[in-house]
């Protein structure tokens, strides 16, 4: 008997001990249990910082390897901008291949990441071929584009009749070799000595604008001489008697423009002399004096074929197709061929390095520098059936 059970007068039992032992034995386990769970949620909270850091690793750009490498890269490639100061570019351990390694060798420097890639940005949303055609990056100089254009031969069989061979599909090489563009923009040295002035940007907008220009000339009109090829460049065969190499065109049935007694018939025998698959992803691309006289087109019932982009970028349309507004396209006049329906994507190809150059050179038309911007870019038709043209002739 113990010393409690003594003064009370009374005796415990088994169920009262075993009791008392379960209730000792549930704090313990409580306590254990908390524990537990306070270990579990430091882990898991480990576990979230880790996974943020590696999806901001992973979100980075392709042309920054890091802020330690992209950060020095842009101070360095300011300081040359304005001074000439190419030191610190030479000092740079950086081996990023598309934009980020000093070519002292080459008379000139790339340009940084982020300036090159506002420019690129620029050269895709402008009003040109590039947009709606295929864009493909080469470190070669030149692009080979491999199209299937004949069908492969098939026919029906009986289970004891003999196999006759079919036809062997024909697989042509279109080679589209990349040349130089360039851009010189000139700024003065006090604007330069102004460090509140944003150089990068400045230049960024001058050699984008001036880019713009030539390659949306080039990839319409262009003629393989130092530049790309114009898809307008190839030799423009009527559709009855197309055959590759050359675009096929719908004529109007007047010279120099559209049939008075029925202007939109031309336009819609356009549509359909494009083949199905390509239909599907075409674009019209005029010049806007053209765009002005085909929106006033009316059908059979008075309805207008073109209509307006609901959304702000929202391109206009012309027969359910969007339009694309390209400056470069010739007016309507006699022969002309001033309208362009297509599947682009398919049938323009544009190849260029990545590398954008720029040499400073503070000689040559002093007090003014002179900033000498290089680019390596090609195009070409790749595949001459998913293009036609409306020339503006009788036949």
Do not use: C
Request: charged residues 25%; proline residues 4%.
């Amino acid at each position: 008997m113990t010393e409690t059970e003594a003064k009370t007068g009374r005796v415990r039992g088994p169920a009262v001990e075993i009791r008392e032992a379960l209730e000792d034995f549930m704090k313990d386990f409580s306590s254990f249990q908390s524990e537990i769970k306070s270990r579990l949620k430091q882990q898991e909270e480990r576990l979230t910082m880790f996974d943020r850091k590696s999806q901001v690793t992973a979100g980075r750009p392709v042309l920054s390897r890091s802020a330690e490498i992209e950060v020095p890269h842009k101070k360095a490639f300011g300081a040359y901008l304005r001074t000439g100061d190419d030191d610190a570019l030479r000092g740079l351990e950086v081996e990023a291949k598309a934009m980020s390694t000093a070519v002292a060798g080459d008379g000139g420097y790339l340009i940084d990441p982020e300036t090159a890639s506002s420019i690129q940005s620029v050269l895709t949303s402008t009003a040109s071929i590039r947009s709606i055609s295929q864009v493909v990056t080469v470190e070669a100089s030149s692009y080979d584009v491999l199209v299937d254009h004949s069908d492969t031969g098939s026919g029906w069989s009986s289970e004891t009749g003999s196999q006759v061979e079919t036809g062997t599909p024909q697989i042509e090489r279109v080679t589209i070799p990349l040349h130089e563009l360039s851009a010189m923009p000139k700024i003065s040295q006090r604007l330069l000595d102004d460090s509140a002035f944003d150089i990068e940007g400045w230049l960024a907008g001058r050699i984008a604008d001036k880019f713009a220009r030539a390659e949306a000339a080039a990839f319409i009109s262009g003629d393989g001489a130092d530049k790309p090829r114009g898809f307008l460049n190839h030799p423009k065969v009527a559709e009855a008697s197309w055959s590759w190499g050359s675009l096929g065109y719908v004529a109007t049935g007047a010279d120099g423009d559209f049939d008075v007694g029925a202007p939109s018939d031309a336009i819609l025998d356009l549509v359909y002399s494009l083949g199905a698959v390509y239909r599907a992803n075409a674009t019209f691309v005029m010049n806007s004096k053209t765009a002005g006289a085909v929106r006033k087109m009316k059908d059979a019932d008075g309805r207008f074929l073109w209509s307006d982009g609901l959304a702000a970028a929202e391109p206009a349309r012309l027969l359910g197709y969007p339009v694309l507004i390209a400056e470069d396209m010739p007016d309507i006049a006699a022969d002309a061929a001033a309208i362009a329906f297509g599947d682009f994507q398919a049938g323009y190809a544009v190849a260029e390095r990545p590398d954008l150059r720029v040499l400073r050179d503070p000689f040559s038309a002093k007090p003014h520098v002179l900033f000498y911007a290089t680019k390596r870019v090609g195009g070409d038709v790749s595949d001459f059936a998913a293009i036609k043209v409306l020339k503006f002739s009788v036949s």
